[in-house]
């Protein structure tokens, strides 16, 4: 199995909604990535979980908050977002922890209104 | 500052007419050069990893080359299903995050 499972695939929340989005491999991989995607855009590294270890991209503000629940699954949850952080989040994963994101998920498409 | 620069933004090819995707980059100490595919709406699919000049890495119809300057990824022959943006990204120095393209976006005409 070389996929990374997301949940939702769309998702539409007010700016007061609190939301998660959810992200799962079964490849074993120690590295997990989430990133941001805008239309026409390459991706952007919001966080990655590395060895259960946390790095955070200091350009994120604290209304996106990730967790890791074990070494398979990765969520982000969501709270007071702005219309401008409507975008595609992507989770990827890679088999250890260089930073190269070896596979990624079809993602969530996000809509704050 | 770490750059990476693909040209063209967009490459519209026939069924069959080869040509290059260009990936230019001005960085500090290259640790690793990546191409990916992403169909619209899709995350990014990894196609290859480059690690030195004169390295070379072939999938299918598509080819990836590597100079001190620049990687080209060259597509032979390309099909329609081909269609895709291809994206380039860079690993430099101590940092372990990747510095991304901003993609070519290519359409091949059946």
């Known amino acids: 199995d070389t996929e990374v499972t997301q949940t939702p695939k769309h998702l539409v929340m007010g700016m007061t909604n609190k939301k998660s989005l959810k992200c799962e491999q079964h490849?074993?991989?120690?590295?997990m990535y989430w990133y941001k995607q805008k239309a026409k855009k390459p991706p952007e590294l919001m966080f990655v979980y590395s060895y259960e270890k946390l790095s955070i991209n200091e350009s994120v503000p604290s209304r996106f908050s990730p967790e890791c629940p074990n070494s398979s699954l990765l969520n982000l949850h969501l709270h007071a977002l702005q219309p401008e952080d409507s975008a595609l989040y992507l989770c990827a994963s890679s088999q250890d922890g260089t930073g190269t994101p070896e596979f990624f998920g079809s993602g969530t498409r996000l809509t704050v209104v | 500052e770490d750059q990476v620069t693909q040209s063209p933004e967009a490459l519209r090819l026939q069924e069959g007419e080869s040509s290059s995707l260009n990936c230019s980059y001005t960085v500090s100490g290259l640790r690793g050069l990546f191409w990916y595919r992403q169909d619209p709406g899709k995350g990014p699919e990894f196609l290859f990893t480059l690690y030195s000049a004169g390295e070379e890495k072939e999938k299918e119809r598509l080819k990836a080359t590597l100079t001190k300057k620049e990687s080209f990824l060259h597509i032979t022959a390309p099909k329609p299903e081909d269609s895709a943006t291809y994206l380039c990204a860079v690993q430099a120095g101590s940092n372990y995050q990747l510095i991304w393209g901003a993609g070519t976006k290519l359409i091949i005409k059946p």
């Open positions: 490849m074993g991989h120690r590295a």
